[in-house]
């Protein structure tokens, strides 16, 4: 005889059956986007000069390809800025010759440090921005390759004056170890849905600044980037002011990849949380809101409310095969062989995401590039002291 459901496995409930839904909608919405992305994109007449703003830490793993992809555009006429904060980098000798290699007209290497901006991404943007030469930006972070028509396909919709901001999504990729693997599904098989599905029904308005052109003039009309510089999440305080001031965010339909490189479990760890701390800076509401379709922890906190009986394991058994089927339906269509292969560390990877959605809300500083920030309300970022 079944032990009918009491009110706390009723509520367990409703988020396995919520999240299973909307794994399938993500599918759908995965479908409608590949179809936009066959369309016929519109040229303009002329093409903008442009400078690529590309800031730079550190050796990064895959760094000279990802800089080389930027410098060898199918693309009439651009400039590219590679920038970092400090003499020291170790990828500096990198970036100078690849100045010898393209020449001045190409490519310039900008060294400065903004001390005063809390955010490490725009203080390194400042000093990239200080050595373009032309009025059309695009910012293109440095872990991100891109395929030879990129600049093509992410300048041509700023023709419009109605459009302040273009951007690309992208899908993690280059994943070897568990840890690099349990990324990328982060991204391939959460991120990319969920934004997917946001951008197709229109539920939700983001800007990804890994990826992103604008004008100087759009720039200067939202306060510059000085002003986004205590932002944790820069790129969704740029989409707040460049929609307030009536122009619109375009997402072009196409993805560019973004290297994935972690040297250990504990940088995979902290990455899982920062991300998620992103998220609850740019949309706290929102974050607390996914706990509504977190199908495979509360399946599994189910199955044990139920004792770990025939029907509680059966629901586990089958959230946990609907979400690695409607994964492995997005993975395939973003021709993600690794993640493909990777697939069996999902159920791990979500109840990993549980547990720093709930840190997340609970810890109080953001740990980034070995430096830690206490967050606002309004999601600025205030520096600590270290520990004695």
């Not at 080389?68 to 199918?74: A, E, F, G, K, L």
């Not at 609907?322 to 990877?349: F, I, M, Y």
């Amino acid at each position: 005889m079944t032990t009918p459901l009491s009110p706390l496995q009723a509520i367990l409930l409703a988020p396995v059956v919520f999240g299973s839904v909307y794994g399938v909608a993500c599918v759908l919405a995965f479908v409608r986007f590949a179809a936009l992305a066959r369309r016929p994109a519109s040229r303009p007449e002329t093409w903008p000069r442009v400078t690529v703003l590309k800031p730079v830490h550190g050796l990064e793993k895959g760094l000279e390809g990802n800089l080389r992809s930027t410098c060898v555009q199918d693309y009439p006429d651009y400039h590219v800025v590679f920038s970092v904060q400090e003499a020291a980098d170790p990828a500096l000798p990198l970036l100078r010759q690849l100045e010898r290699e393209f020449g001045a007209q190409r490519v310039t290497l900008a060294i400065g440090d903004h001390p005063d901006v809390p955010n490490g991404k725009i203080r390194n943007l400042l000093g990239a921005l200080a050595g373009a030469r032309h009025d059309t930006l695009v910012i293109s972070d440095s872990d991100v390759r891109v395929p030879p028509d990129y600049l093509r396909t992410i300048v041509a919709p700023l023709e419009d004056p109605g459009v302040g901001c273009v951007c690309t999504l992208y899908r993690a990729v280059g994943a070897e170890s568990w840890y690099e693997r349990m990324e990328l599904l982060t991204f391939n098989a959460d991120f990319v849905p969920n934004l997917v599905f946001a951008h197709v029904t229109g539920v939700a308005h983001f800007v990804l600044g890994a990826s992103t052109a604008l004008t100087r003039a759009t720039l200067a009309a939202i306060g510059g980037l000085a002003a986004l510089g205590d932002y944790l999440v820069e790129d969704f305080e740029m989409g707040r002011r460049i929609r307030a001031s009536g122009r619109r965010v375009v997402i072009v339909p196409r993805f560019v990849d973004t290297i994935v490189d972690l040297k250990s479990p504990r940088r995979w760890w902290e990455h899982q949380v920062y991300w998620d701390q992103n998220t609850r800076s740019a949309n706290p509401i929102g974050l607390f809101a996914t706990i509504l379709i977190r199908a495979v922890p509360f399946a599994l906190f189910f199955a044990i409310a139920r004792g770990l009986d025939a029907p509680g394991l059966g629901v586990l058994g089958s959230a946990v095969a609907l979400r690695v089927a409607t994964a492995t339906a997005v993975l395939w269509g973003l021709r993600d062989a690794v993640g493909l292969r990777s697939v069996a560390l999902l159920p791990v990877r979500d109840l990993a995401g549980f547990v720093s959605w709930v840190l997340a809300f609970v810890q109080p500083e953001v740990v980034w590039r070995g430096e830690s920030y206490g967050l606002t309300r309004g999601g600025r970022m205030v520096p600590r002291p270290p520990a004695a």
